[in-house]
C-alpha cells in the first residue's frame, strides 16, 4: 500500500502564498490519480482539486483561479500551489492517492 507524506502547510496572511506537497512511496505514482481535499472542524472533507496521470485537473469552484495543482511524476510528488489564500481556506489539508489511500494531513491557517 502506498504511503504519503504531505508538507508546507502554515499559517499565512489573507492574499498569501503556500505550496503542499504529497510524497508518495511504496505505491505505483505515475498512473494514479491524485487530489487533495480539506477539511474543517465538525464539517465533512471536501473536494479542492485533482490531477490525472494525463495532466488533466479539475477543481472545486471554491479555488479555481487561485488554487494550482500539479505532479511531479519521476519524483512521485504532488503539489497544491495555493495563492490569494482567504480565511475560509483554514483547513486541515489531505492528499489521496489512486483513490483510496489518504496522507497525514497538513495545517493551512490564513489569518490576519
Known amino acids: 500500500q502506498a504511503q504519503l507524506v504531505e508538507s508546507g502547510g502554515g499559517s499565512v496572511q489573507p492574499g498569501g502564498s503556500l505550496t503542499l506537497s504529497c510524497r508518495v512511496s511504496?505505491?505505483?505514482?505515475?498512473?494514479?490519480?491524485m487530489e487533495w481535499y480539506r477539511q474543517t472542524p465538525g464539517k465533512e472533507r471536501e473536494f479542492v482539486a485533482s490531477?490525472?496521470?494525463?495532466?488533466?485537473?479539475n477543481y472545486a469552484d471554491s479555488v479555481k483561479g487561485r488554487f494550482t495543482i500539479s505532479r511531479d511524476n519521476p519524483g512521485k510528488t504532488a503539489y497544491l500551489q495555493m495563492n490569494n489564500l482567504k480565511p475560509e481556506d483554514t483547513a486541515v489539508y489531505y492528499c489521496?492517492?489512486?483513490?483510496?489511500?489518504w496522507g497525514q494531513g497538513t495545517q493551512v491557517t490564513v489569518s490576519s
Open positions: 489521496k492517492h489512486g483513490g483510496s489511500t
Open positions: 511504496r505505491g505505483i505514482f505515475v498512473f494514479a490519480q
Open positions: 490531477v490525472r496521470s494525463s495532466g488533466t485537473a
